[in-house]
């Protein structure tokens, strides 16, 4: 064998090993692994919720700062329309929660982003996290499917191959797992109320956050933590100075303008440290940025990050999630933001009081 058949037969069969890896890890999607799956009922929930409105409605869209940070009866009274929470977790890409949104949104509605500083740090060809490659290949494989190919392949080389290994075995062995861990086998939820407020899942959906909804789909009780954790993670630090918001919120934003939806922004929860000093001239450089990119895309962007910084004690199990006292807080002042926001503009969008 020459030099180049040689090198030809290493190229194709290094071609066919990547085929079959590719096609193995498409293969074991859906297998029963562990993972959030309280994350996929929550989504559906949470669309159900949104359908419920008739007329013009206000969604709030963002991770989990949101899901335990805001009591959408009290900003459904300073709006004066119905308002859901659609807020899950931080894990998720914006392309999840744009989609999320765009499901329910009509001409009239409006939207309140409440997006963790995370998210303005990542680059689209990032390596994922783990968490959500793993959600990916439990419960949710149509976020793979509607990536690029260039990101679908910056997700397979992300993934460690014991991973797929353990997925394939699972897959093979389904019904046992199924029978040990019923919620696991993909299927729809349906939504009903006991009594009026408080979430009623049926048989087999066991998880309590999945239950742990109200009417809103605001959190209906709240656990209090003493103590948070010692690694306090804002990305504040590193917040870059964007040239350009992400193209996933450029898009969201350029099709809510299409359907004549309201956007507003508002900065998330924060524990107020040492570490997260907004007067920092960094920090203050990239967050200024950051308002000016949103109100050239036409969004309304709510007070100032310092504002809704809060002392450890007003924090639930994490530094993003508050706990029920401080939810009371975060509430009022985005409520009275709105309402600053709301009286300022010629023709408020909303009847509010």
Known sequence: MNTRDFLFAIAGTLALLTLGYVGLFRWQFGAPIAAEYWVKDVMELKQQLGKRPTGPKFLLVGGSSGLWGFRSDRLEHTLGVPVVNLCLHAGLEFDTHARNALALLRPGDGVLLQIEYGFFNRDRYDKPKSWITNQVMTWFPEYYRDLSPV???????????????????????????????????????????????RLHLPAGHDSERSRNLDSRGDLATIEEHPDLPDDIQYAIKRLRKRHDLPASMRAFLGEARRRDVRVYFTFPPTLKVETSDFDAPKIRAAVDLLRRLLEAEGVVVLGDPAEFQYPPELFSNTSYHLNRKGREIHTTRVADALTRALSAEREPPYPHP
């Open 151 to 197: 990101r679908k392949a910056v997700m397979i080389r992300s993934i460690e191959p014991g991973r797929v290994l353990a997925g394939v075995i699972a897959r093979v062995w389904s019904d046992a797992i199924y029978a040990q861990h019923p919620r696991r086998r993909a299927g729809p939820v349906s939504v009903s109320f006991e009594d009026g407020s």
